[in-house]
């Protein structure tokens, strides 16, 4: 695969292998910029496994990943946190100690106050900084409707609350793609809409990739062009959602290989 | 007058000890709780690193001594404890460079952390007795008092007396602007904030663009400071023998785990608790008592009601007590 100007993220022959299993065993893609990639499969196909890997959360047992043709396989975290690749987690993650707004403010790392020295004798700035994280942090909530809850502990609202509140980290800085991992498990339908009205509006106005899993097929209709279908580790198909629909090994997948993958992994 | 007297009686042999040793054990684990909440893992070491912090302070006390540097009638050491500081935020640094980084980087369960750490505690302790012998080392000097027995029955014509050495005061103070320090620094900077964060919920930090590695070097700079000082407030208060600090380990743990391993708060309350349970009951109330009771009912015995001996049994017993009842200790540390 040849990365081109349009390519923003391409995943070439990756495979992560547990002991024995192989979790993610040859998956190739790219993701286009200013996309909103869907990601479908079932469960155990090993999209958060693949997340994981491009997040860098796991090492690929081999395999590479390219970010607008840079290679960054292998990457931690917070290196790949500073190029503008972001993840939610499939399980929404928050720091429950602290306020929704708190919880926002804690996102953009490695600014002054990061520095021993800075906390010390440069407090004006950080004083300047924090009130324009605060700033942003309450923009930030405003857009996803969820202003009432700046004050309230996060560990405390509802899961789909919580799962706004995560893509709210993504708008603290400004990312060049995000990678949500079931934005929709577990929240209601009016949260949903919410949810991808946020996405579109961020894909529209500030130009994020977006790639998204989801099992909800209307959210992923109406929000996701291509979507991509994963199974038993690979790839399987990739087109717009009737397309995949139709493709019969897609069918296939969901009708029986989910099992026997799972038997696999047991 | 017999309950003044036994008030100061009480206040002499009970609170005013246990409240300079509850602040040594509290800034112990402050340093074995942050460990904990950062790295994950229960630093044996962390006793030995107050020997080595304080062996460092007490050889830069001696110096200073030799060259006729004084601050009295505070004692020398204060003025070397920043050196102590230094010279222990580099060895932590280092061992973390040597040791602790390989296992972090294959991320090792915390029981493997554990053992590591007790590979360091010995390596330390080797070093500190290497360098200054397992002996008795005294190192305090300038005034002895704040207010002495005799000074305090002058004052007030009672028969008991209230001493309260200067160490103790220092202990106190230090104590409090240590903690306040480091609670402003947790609370209110971004740093300390990030340092929350991350034992908050590691993978969340690190996708939100937290360096660990940063926050594990500020974290042992912390420690350092906290283990210097508090090995050093000790020593002053009592003297400086390695294995002692090596003994200490057991009461600062018990503190952390009771007050809510990963609990700065905790901690603290922690080291009260277990300084006041261990004073209050390997000291004989005989004279307490004796000023309370009538004549009738005065206690034979001394009253101890266990020989200063079985003292660290005082930190095994509270430590079971409280976690059969309240298993994440007093405060909830990690909040999960
Ligand atoms: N850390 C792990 N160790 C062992 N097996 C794992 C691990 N993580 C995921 N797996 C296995 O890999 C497979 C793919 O999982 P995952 O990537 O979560 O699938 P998906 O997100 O598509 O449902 C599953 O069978 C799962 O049990
Ligand atoms: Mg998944």
């Excluded at chain 1, 395999?63 to 972001?86: N, Q, S, W």
């Excluded at chain 2, 962390?46 to 460092?56: E, L, P, R, S």
């Excluded at chain 2, 590695?213 to 500020?218: G, I, L, P, T």
Aim: hydrophobic share 50%; net charge neutral.
């Amino acid at each position: 695969m040849t990365p081109t100007q349009t390519d923003m993220i391409v995943v070439d022959d990756v495979h992560k292998h547990f002991g024995g299993f192989h979790a993610v065993d040859g998956a190739s893609l790219t993701i286009a910029k200013g996309s909103i990639t869907g990601l479908i499969g079932p469960n155990g196909a090993g999209k958060t496994t693949l997340f994981n890997v491009i997040a860098g959360v796991l090492g690929p047992t081999s395999g590479t990943v390219t970010m607008d043709g840079e290679d960054i396989t292998g990457l931690p975290p917070h290196d790949l946190f500073a190029k503008g690749l972001l993840r939610t987690f499939q399980i929404a993650h928050e720091f429950s100690s602290m306020t929704c707004r708190e919880n926002l403010m804690m996102v953009p790392g490695g600014q002054s106050g990061e520095t021993l020295w800075n906390t010390w004798f440069g407090r004006r700035r950080i004083a300047d900084e924090e009130r324009a994280l605060r700033a942003r942090a309450d923009e930030v909530l405003e857009f996803l409707t969820i202003s009432h809850l700046a004050d309230n502990k996060a560990g405390e609202i509802s899961g789909g609350q919580k799962k706004l509140l995560e893509l709210g980290r993504t708008m603290m800085v400004d990312a060049k793609i995000v990678f949500l991992d079931e934005v929709g498990a577990g929240v209601n339908r009016t949260l949903l809409n919410t949810i991808g009205d946020a996405i579109i509006r961020l894909n529209k106005e500030r130009g994020y990739t977006f790639v998204v899993i989801e099992h909800d097929m209307d959210f992923i209709g109406r929000l996701c062009d291509p979507v991509i279908c994963m199974a038993e580790g690979r790839v399987l198909a990739e087109g717009t959602l009737d397309e995949i629909k139709v493709n019969e090994q897609v069918i296939e997948a969901y009708l029986g290989t989910g099992l026997k993958n799972k038997a696999a992994a047991g | 007058m017999d309950v003044l007297n036994a008030l100061v009686a009480f206040s002499n042999f009970v609170l005013v000890p246990g409240i300079a040793y509850g602040s040594q054990l509290a800034l112990g684990a402050l340093g074995v709780t942050l460990v904990y909440g950062i790295l994950r893992f229960s630093n044996f070491a962390h006793g030995d690193t107050m020997a080595f912090g304080t062996m460092v302070v007490v050889l830069v006390t001696w110096a200073f001594q030799g060259a006729g540097i004084s601050i009295d009638p505070l004692p020398t050491a204060l003025l070397a404890i920043p050196f102590g500081i230094l010279v222990t935020i580099a060895m932590l640094l280092g061992t973390d460079r040597v040791v602790y980084r390989f296992y972090r980087a294959q991320k090792v369960k915390p029981v493997i952390l554990v053992i590591v750490s007790m590979g360091v505690m010995f390596i330390m302790n080797g070093i500190v007795r290497l360098i200054i012998g397992p002996g008795d080392q005294r190192f305090s000097d300038g005034e002895r008092f704040i207010m002495s027995a005799r000074t305090f029955k002058e004052m007030t014509g009672l028969d008991e007396g209230l001493a309260i050495k200067t160490t103790q005061g220092i202990t106190v103070i230090t104590a409090i602007i240590v903690v306040l320090l480091l609670f402003w620094f947790l609370g209110r900077t971004r740093t300390g904030k990030s340092m929350r964060a991350y034992s908050d919920n590691e993978d969340l930090a690190l996708l939100s663009g937290i360096n660990p590695e940063r926050v594990v070097m500020v974290t042992w700079i912390i420690v350092a400071a906290l283990a210097t000082i508090a090995g050093t407030l000790y020593g002053l208060d009592k003297s400086f023998k390695p294995f002692v600090y090596f003994q200490l380990l057991l009461p600062i743990f018990a503190s952390a785990i009771v007050g809510g391993l990963g609990s700065p708060l905790g901690a603290i309350a922690g080291g009260y608790l277990i300084a006041f349970a261990e004073v209050t009951i390997t000291y004989p109330l005989k004279k307490v008592l004796g000023y309370l009771l009538p004549e009738t009912l005065a206690p034979d015995g001394l009253v101890q009601l266990l020989s200063t001996d079985y003292k660290f049994a005082v930190s095994f017993v509270i430590l079971l007590i409280v976690l059969l009842f309240k298993p994440t200790g007093l405060f909830d540390g990690r909040a999960h």
